[in-house]
């Protein structure tokens, strides 16, 4: 119970500082531009394919993980993740924000990631839901 707990913790302790740098991204005086806050569309997006192919290959007779949905799956969320991190770049060449933005945009994406990867790695096993 208790390493669940600090798990969650520094789980939530990623998660808080990927958005804060995000949000410094945008706020800062120097930097002052709210593009790079459109990458919550991309965060919020990257958990769901596998989210949705984890729960259609799980049936009552099996529950592999191979096939095309997770293929499916991993292309779509590496699109995502890719996207994830060419944002920032993009916006950068193209003069909308500075280097420093983009940098803490790139990081903030780096956590948030990381903080996705870690809870999929950590809450992998069966989701008590049962089958569909």
């Not at 192919?53 to 779509?76: K, L, M, P, Q, Y």
Request: hydrophobic fraction near 55%; proline fraction near 4%; aromatic fraction near 12%.
């Amino acid at each position: 119970m208790a390493a669940s707990m600090a798990c969650l913790c520094s789980l939530a302790f990623l998660a808080t500082g990927g958005i804060l740098m995000l949000i410094l991204a945008c706020a800062l005086p120097q930097y002052n531009d709210w593009r790079p806050l459109s990458l919550l569309a991309v965060y919020v997006l990257v958990p769901l394919p596998f989210m949705f192919a984890r729960r259609a290959s799980v049936t009552a007779f099996s529950s592999s993980t191979e096939g095309v949905g997770f293929d499916i799956a991993f292309f779509v969320t590496s699109a995502l993740v890719v996207s994830g991190y060419a944002l920032p770049l993009i916006l950068y060449h193209s003069a909308k924000i500075v280097l420093g933005a983009c940098l803490l945009s790139m990081g903030g994406t780096s956590l948030i990631f990381l903080t996705i990867l870690l809870y999929s790695r950590y809450n992998g096993e069966d989701d008590g839901w049962g089958t569909i």
